[in-house]
């Protein structure tokens, strides 16, 4: 499957039935796998043989999932998870233990800002948080031997910052140091950040991934690029785990996904169910050109917005204006995805208003699913901050944050028209 395009990939990656085999993967529903003699069994514990076994270290349906959303990023490896959350959470916990830190940047998905800023912290993982627009240097001096990775967004949910790879990729190498991404709302259909020195990705599959909003599901794929072996930044990788008979991680193809299996998913669970493998896998067919679509139509909709006299400002990397304009043609060439925000003339009451006019983008607290929808922070989830604090987070009283689908674009430029009548 390797050289072949992502378009292929999509639809062919991941699974490949022998003759009489079902064409798409089965659900797999079985928490349990027969076995006829006690060796092979005992093969499975010792890590010496990938037959299935038991379902939360391994299973038929989310092993398809798995193999395609690694196809696609062209890593070596991938775990399903129960959710994107615990994808970045079973992520810090394979490379992290008390006394060590990690290195993010500050434009990060609100879930992700919590758990590494508040509930790590409480098992004395430290989080030290840069600006993405910070200089090198800056970032550079939050690194010391006890950081164990540099986190960011490819594009940040709902900042839209493009993050800048080169910058921080050179940090992390001449620092031996891991360099994590999360890719959910670019996709590997717009971007590959190993292709930009990424060595691990973590998805949200219940964005774009499914791109139906019909399963929450994460993803962590290994890149197998990064060199533990003799690196003192990561002696958990290159001293025997006793649990595994002396098995050293860093001798492996792929020593991150098969420490976070064989430990942390072994301890932690939060896998993918196979039902929600199953349905992933499918939306997951149509990836490539869905992201075509939402990206077009998000550009034609930033570009009326920009040009409508009620519209105070608009954030979309596909605008020439957008400070994030050059990276994204560096790094998202080929479409800019479908989140974008935009701020209207007038206050919060005026906003609700907007919102209320709306026939056709309806309201959600979900984004980047084939329906358009719409956010507005100030009344709902940051609803309990004063405007002074609202300014502070980076969500202003009058953003509204849209995620454009897959309808036609005229007709959501009409909806929206329509309701910017009422303001
Ligand atoms: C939604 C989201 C997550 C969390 O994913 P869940 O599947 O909701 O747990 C993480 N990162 C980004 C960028 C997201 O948009």
Known sequence: MKNFNLETLCVQA????????SRIPQICQSTTFYFGDTQAMADCFDLKSDSYFYSRLANPTVTALEGKVAALEGGKAAIGCA????????TAFTLCEAGDNIVSSSTIYGGTYNLFGTTLPKLGIECRFFNPDAPAEEIEALIDEKTKFIFGETIANPSIVVFDFDKVSSIAKRHGLL???????ATPALCQPFRFGANIIIHSTSKYMDGHAAALGGMIVDGGNFDFKG??????FNL????YHGLVYADLAAPFATKCRAQMIRDLGAIMSPQNAFLTYLGSDTLALRMERHSANAAKIAAFLASHPKIAWVKHPSLSSDPYHALAQKYLPNGQGGMMSFGIRG?????AKFMEALRLI???????DVRSCVLHPASTTHRQLSKEDLEKAGVPENLVRLSVGIENADDLITDLAQALEHV
Do not use: W
């Open 240 to 243: 025997p785990d006793e649990s």
């Open 347 to 351: 206050d919060v009451h005026i906003c």
């Open 231 to 236: 690196n003192p930044r990561y002696p958990a």
């Open 83 to 90: 959710s994107g959350m615990s994808a970045s959470m079973l």
């Open 14 to 21: 991941g699974y490949s039935p022998k003759t009489g085999e």
């Open 179 to 185: 360099f994590i991404v999360d890719n959910t709302l």
């Open 362 to 368: 309806t309201q959600e607290t979900h984004v980047a």
